[in-house]
Nanobody, 127 residues
């Protein structure tokens, strides 16, 4: 049974940082590309960042560029999202997802290329 479990969310002040983690089990982790998405109340889920199976290629949403960094540790079957300079508009539930390694990095912005999803972790940015 495949499981993706996010952690690291919480309440942070504007300008602060958080590092989200997503631990995977039940799949050949190094054979999957990984992505982070988020969904704010009343909004559709949106792409944040993605990383190829090798870790060598990443893709970020405009809202994440310069502030968020996606990385992965295949030995730990974990993908991370380092979030700096957080803003109130970053408040959302953050989800990680896994896609087959053959998926092109440019298409990893699309939800429907992902086979597995985590349950999400809440991030709240507020003073």
């Amino acid at each position: 049974q495949v499981q993706l479990v996010e952690s690291g969310g919480g309440l942070v002040q504007p300008g602060g940082s958080l590092r989200l983690s997503c631990a995977a089990s039940g799949l050949a982790f190094s054979s999957y590309g990984l992505g982070w998405f988020r969904q704010a109340p009343g909004n559709e889920r949106e792409f944040v960042a993605a990383i190829k199976w090798s870790g060598g290629i990443t893709n970020d949403a405009e809202s994440a560029k310069g502030r968020f960094t996606i990385s992965r540790d295949n030995a730990k079957s974990t993908v991370y999202l380092q979030m700096n300079s957080l803003k109130p508009e970053d408040t959302a539930v953050y989800y990680c997802a896994a896609a087959n390694a053959g998926v092109a990095i440019t298409t990893m912005r699309m939800e429907n290329v992902y086979q597995y999803w985590g349950q999400g972790t809440q991030v709240t940015v507020s003073s």
